[in-house]
């Protein structure tokens, strides 16, 4: 189908819609495995949006680089994300069309940059 089609100009206006804070895309809210979407699948940035309880809701609108990943109980993903204007911590679930250079990345890097020296163990 063109984009230039009417009705899929139509049709593609009523997704709810996000521009990335980092790379420009215009991403949707939905995945295509069902879940809902807070971060680019490109390069798994996203705004940090926060509610506060008495004020209604209020932007931070601080952008949340991706830094580590998170295995649930489940076997599920999150990606963990650091706000660089609070410094605030979030999660968010990792989709299936998420960037799986920057997720394998993200879970390696512990592994590859341990916080004591290898060398300490000897021969194992």
């Known amino acids: 189908m063109s984009h230039d089609n009417p009705q899929h100009r139509s049709a593609m206006s009523s997704i709810d819609t996000f521009t990335c ?4 895309l ?3 809210t ?10 680019c699948p490109s390069c798994l940035h996203s705004r940090h949006l926060v509610d506060h309880v ?4 209020s932007d ?8 580590s990943i998170a295995v649930l109980r489940t ?4 990606v963990i994300h650091r706000c660089v204007r609070c410094d605030e911590l979030t999660s968010s679930p990792v989709r299936g069309d998420d960037n799986q250079l920057i997720l394998m990345r993200m879970a390696v890097r ?7 020296p290898l060398e300490a163990f000897g021969d194992l």
């Open 21 to 24: 804070v980092r790379c420009g």
């Open 26 to 28: 215009t991403v949707a």
């Open 30 to 39: 939905f995945a295509p495995d069902g879940g809902r979407r807070d971060h």
């Open 54 to 57: 008495e004020g209604g809701p």
């Open 60 to 67: 931070c609108e601080g952008r949340m680089t991706p830094v």
């Open 75 to 78: 076997g599920d993903w999150m």
């Open 110 to 116: 512990p592994l590859a940059q341990p916080p004591f």
